[in-house]
C-alpha cells in the first residue's frame, strides 16, 4: 500500500501549528507608484508574496505595475522584491562583480535610482495621484530596504508622513528563525535600517515572546494597497574632473578641505566593530557627510562645530549608486572582512574611509578622508589643528631626501604623507578603477598632500590622474623636488595676509640641527624682538640646500578697498615674488625695523586671513559668484576701476622695493656678508623685474572674457546639468546676497574720484592694502 509523504501544512498542523482547516479564498492587490503616481516605472518586475500558511506566490507586476494574488490564505500576506539585478549596464555590473565589496543590487533598486522626486529637495510627498483613486483602501511610503533581503548597502529611513502598518506584521506567524533576517540596531539614529517594530515590541522580540518579522512589506487581506516607492536618489557635491582650474573646484574643495578637520563619526568606533551594523549620526562628520545625509537627499553646510555662516555646496541629484561611496558593513554578507572574530583585521567604514594616526605609539598627527564614485576618488588631508603636535611637525624643517623621487622635501611634512600612504594604497587597492584623484588640503594638509600627491603620481600600480587644489599650504620641498614634480597639476590658493605660506621661507637654513632655524626664530621674535631680528638677519641665506619653494599655479586673493563702502575682492595669478613668495618680503620688512605684528606663531594659530571657516571658505564662494556673474554678463573679471587701483599699487611696489634696495647699499653694510648683500641686492632687481610681468598678466586678465570651463570645468558640456544644480544652490538666500567681494564693484562718481581712490586715500600699511607690510 502506498502512503502519500506528508504535507509542509499536515507536519505543521499534526504540530498543532496552525488551524485544523486553514480557509483560503482570500485576495490581495497592489501597486507600486513613484512619486508622480505613475506605475510604469516598475512594470515587469518579478516579485514574491507570502501568505500566512509560508505559501509562496509569486508573478511580475503589469504594465501600470500591479498584481492581485487570489485564493491565498487567511490573514495578512508579506510582500518582497528578491530578484537581483541581471540587466547589461556597466555601472550596475561592475557593483555586483566588483572584487572587494560587490553590492547585492536588486532589480527594485535599479528600478527606484531611474525615479525622481517630486519635490527637488527630496522632501516626502503629501500627496499621490494614485492616493486617491477609488479602488485605493491602503496607502503607505516605503522604501526599497524595506522589501528586499540585503540592506546594510542601502540608505537609512527617511522621514515620512505614511509608513508602513506595523500592526500587520504582528498578525503574520511567527517566522522560524532565519539568515533571512537580522535583528536591528536599536542604537542606532535612525532606529535601525528596519524600522517596522517599536522598541517595546523590539524588545519583546529579543526576550524570546516573538521572533522578528519577515523581511517585506505586510498587506492586509481583500484590500488594494498603493505603496509609493521612494526615488534611490542622493546628493554629490559637484566636482569637476577636468585637470584645468575652474572656479567650481575652488569652492567646492575649499569645503571638503575643511571637512577633514572633522572625525568620522562611526557609531560605534571600535576595533572591532561587534554589532551587525554601524551608523554616522555626529554632525558634522564626513562619516555623517557620505555615510548618512546625502544619501538621504539633505543639504549639508556644516563642516565645523562653531560654523554658523552657511555655505553650502553645489549639489547634483544622482542615482543612489554613484554617490560619493561610504562601504557597507555586514558580518553576515561579508564575513571575511567584517567578521568581529577577525580582531584587528577586521574593515569597517571608519577603517577604510578615516585615517588617524594620533593614538598610535609613532604619531604623526596625520588625519584625512577618502571616499569615491565611478568618476573619481576624492582624498582630503587635516591641517594644523592642534598647536603643539601640528606645531612640531610643521617647525621640522630640515630637509630630508625625497625616497620616491628627485629632491628633498620638508622631514616634516614628508612624515605625515609617509604615515598617510598605506591607507590611500589600500583604498585604491580595492576600489581604485581608473577615476581621477581628486586631492585637496588646507594649511600643513596642503604640504601633505602635495608629497602625497608626488608619490601616487609616481606609484606605476596605479599611475593615477590627479588634480591637487591646496589652501594656505606652506613650502614642502626644495627647487630640485618642485622641478621634477612640474607634471603634477597642482592649483595653489594664497589668502592675501595668510602668514602660513610664508613658510619655510626660502632664505631658511634648512640644514640647522636640532633645533629648525625658522621655528627659533619664531619663537624668539615672539620673546624677545631685539634678539629675535639678530638671528633673523643672519640666518637669512641658504647656504647648504637648495632654497625652498612653491610648487603649483598660484592664485591669489587680492582684497581692493576703495573706500569704506566700496570694497571687492580678486582671484588672480600674479608673478612677482613680492606677492608670491612672502619670505623675500618677511627678509625686507625685517630689515627696516621690527615686524609691527604680533608673533608668527600667535599669527599661525589666530583665525582670520588663514581660517577656512572665516576666510577661505568665504573667498572661494565669493569668487565663484564673482566668475559666475562675469560668464552671465559676458564681462571681465576685472572692472576699469579696479584695474586702475591695483596698477597703481604694483607702482607703490617698484618705488618701496627700489627704497629698500637703496637702504641695504647704503646704511647696512655692518649688519650683513658682503656675499649676502649680493645676494639680496640681485634678488631685489630680479624682483623689481618681475613687477612688469605682473603688470602684464594684470592687462591680460583685464581682456580675458570667462568660459563655462572656466567657471564649471567638465561640467561646460552639460549646460542643463548645471542649471538643475543652479537652481538648488540658488534656493537658498544665502548663496544671493549681494556680498561686495562677489560683486563686480560700482563705477567711481568720476574720474578724479578713481583716481584719489587709488593713490590718495590708502597709506602705505593700511588694512588690505597692496604693499610690502600687508603682504608679510
Not at 566700496?566 to 606677492?579: D, K, N, Q, V
Request: hydrophobic residues 35%.
Amino acid at each position: 500500500m502506498n502512503i502519500e509523504p506528508l504535507s509542509a501544512t499536515d507536519v505543521r498542523f499534526m504540530r498543532g501549528d496552525i488551524h485544523a482547516c486553514p480557509k483560503r479564498g482570500h485576495r490581495t492587490s497592489f501597486q507600486l507608484v513613484d512619486e508622480f503616481g505613475d506605475g510604469k516605472p516598475y512594470a515587469g518586475l518579478p516579485y514574491e508574496i507570502i501568505d500566512y500558511e509560508d505559501t509562496v506566490h509569486t508573478g511580475k507586476l503589469d504594465a501600470t505595475g500591479s498584481a492581485k494574488i487570489d485564493d491565498h490564505y487567511c490573514g495578512p500576506v508579506v510582500l518582497k522584491f528578491k530578484s537581483p539585478y541581471l540587466g547589461s549596464e556597466k555601472s550596475y555590473t561592475f557593483l555586483q562583480k566588483r572584487p572587494h565589496y560587490p553590492l547585492p543590487i536588486t532589480e527594485l533598486q535599479v528600478r527606484a535610482e531611474k525615479t525622481r522626486f517630486f519635490h527637488k529637495t527630496g522632501t516626502r510627498t503629501q500627496a499621490n495621484p494614485a492616493k486617491e483613486l477609488a479602488e485605493t483602501d491602503t496607502y503607505c511610503q516605503v522604501e526599497v530596504s524595506e522589501l528586499v533581503k540585503h540592506i546594510a548597502h542601502l540608505p537609512p529611513l527617511a522621514a515620512r508622513r505614511d509608513p508602513p502598518k506595523r500592526a500587520a506584521h504582528k498578525l503574520m506567524r511567527p517566522a522560524a528563525k532565519s539568515r533571512d533576517f537580522t535583528v536591528v540596531d536599536k542604537t542606532a539614529a535612525d532606529g535601525g535600517l528596519h524600522a517596522i517594530l517599536s522598541p517595546a515590541e523590539m524588545a519583546t522580540v529579543e526576550l524570546g515572546f516573538s521572533p522578528p518579522p519577515p523581511k517585506g512589506v505586510a498587506l492586509l487581506p481583500n484590500k488594494h494597497h498603493v505603496l509609493e516607492v521612494r526615488p534611490m536618489r542622493a546628493l554629490r557635491p559637484m566636482l569637476s574632473t577636468d585637470d584645468a582650474f575652474c572656479a567650481l573646484n575652488l569652492y567646492q574643495l575649499s569645503v571638503m578641505a575643511t571637512l577633514s578637520y572633522t572625525d568620522f563619526g562611526q557609531q560605534p568606533d571600535t576595533q572591532p566593530v561587534l554589532t551587525d551594523t554601524v551608523s554616522f549620526p555626529v554632525q558634522p562628520s564626513s562619516g555623517n557627510w557620505f555615510g548618512h545625509a546625502l544619501p538621504q537627499f539633505d543639504e549639508l553646510w556644516k563642516v565645523d562645530d562653531s560654523q554658523t555662516s552657511k555655505y553650502y555646496p553645489l549639489y547634483e541629484d544622482v542615482p543612489y549608486s554613484k554617490r560619493l561611496e561610504v562601504v557597507p558593513f555586514d558580518p553576515n554578507l561579508y564575513p571575511e572582512v567584517n567578521d568581529p572574530a577577525l580582531g584587528n583585521q577586521q574593515e569597517h567604514p571608519a577603517r577604510l574611509h578615516f585615517f588617524d594616526d594620533r593614538k598610535q605609539v609613532e604619531s604623526t598627527d596625520t588625519q584625512a578622508f577618502i571616499c569615491h564614485h565611478d568618476d573619481l576618488i576624492l582624498i582630503s588631508v587635516r591641517g594644523t589643528s592642534e598647536i603643539w603636535p601640528d606645531g612640531r611637525r610643521d617647525g621640522d624643517a630640515y630637509q630630508v631626501p625625497f625616497a620616491e623621487g628627485e629632491g628633498k622635501v620638508h622631514r616634516g611634512f614628508y612624515g605625515g604623507a609617509l604615515a598617510a600612504f598605506p591607507f590611500i594604497e589600500t583604498y585604491l587597492d580595492k576600489f581604485y578603477s581608473g577615476q581621477k584623484l581628486l586631492i585637496t588640503g588646507h594649511s600643513l594638509g596642503g604640504a601633505v598632500a602635495l608629497i602625497l600627491s608626488e608619490m601616487l603620481r609616481r606609484d606605476k600600480r596605479f599611475d593615477p590622474q590627479i588634480a591637487l587644489y591646496t589652501y594656505g599650504a606652506p613650502r614642502a620641498g626644495d627647487t630640485t623636488f618642485i622641478e621634477s614634480a612640474k607634471s603634477l597639476v597642482h592649483h595653489r590658493v594664497v589668502n592675501q595676509n595668510d602668514p602660513v605660506p610664508s613658510v619655510p621661507a626660502t632664505w631658511m637654513n634648512t640644514f640647522a640641527k636640532p633645533v629648525p632655524m625658522y621655528a627659533t626664530n619664531a619663537v624668539v621674535l615672539g620673546l624677545n624682538p631685539v634678539a629675535g631680528l639678530g638671528l633673523l638677519i643672519w640666518g637669512m641665506i641658504n647656504f647648504l640646500g637648495d632654497d625652498y619653494g612653491h610648487h603649483g599655479a598660484l592664485r591669489h586673493f587680492m582684497p581692493v578697498e576703495f573706500d569704506k563702502d566700496h570694497r571687492s575682492s580678486l582671484l588672480w595669478e600674479p608673478g612677482c615674488s613680492t606677492i608670491i613668495d612672502h619670505g623675500c618680503a618677511k627678509a625686507l620688512r625685517a630689515t627696516n625695523g621690527l615686524p609691527e605684528r604680533e608673533s608668527f606663531l600667535r599669527q599661525l594659530f589666530d583665525k582670520g586671513h588663514h581660517s577656512m571657516v572665516d576666510s577661505y571658505i568665504p573667498g572661494c564662494w565669493a569668487s565663484l559668484r564673482r566668475w559666475q556673474e562675469a560668464l552671465q554678463l559676458k564681462r571681465s573679471l576685472v572692472t576699469s576701476r579696479e584695474f586702475e587701483w591695483i596698477s597703481g599699487a604694483l607702482e607703490n611696489i617698484q618705488q618701496q622695493l627700489r627704497a629698500v634696495k637703496r637702504d641695504l647699499e647704503i646704511n647696512h653694510r655692518s649688519y650683513v656678508r658682503e656675499r649676502e648683500l649680493a645676494h639680496k641686492t640681485l634678488t631685489l632687481n630680479q624682483e623689481i623685474d618681475k613687477i612688469s610681468m605682473t603688470q602684464a598678466r594684470l592687462i591680460a586678465l583685464r581682456g580675458q572674457r570667462v568660459t563655462e570651463a572656466d567657471v564649471y570645468g567638465s561640467y561646460a558640456d552639460q549646460p542643463e546639468w548645471v542649471e538643475e544644480s543652479l537652481l538648488r544652490w540658488n534656493a537658498h538666500p544665502e548663496n544671493l546676497v549681494q556680498e561686495q567681494l562677489a560683486m563686480i564693484p560700482p563705477a567711481a562718481e568720476d574720474h578724479d574720484a578713481a583716481i584719489a581712490a587709488m593713490t590718495g586715500g590708502h597709506a602705505v600699511g593700511a588694512p588690505f592694502q597692496l604693499d610690502i607690510d600687508s603682504i608679510v
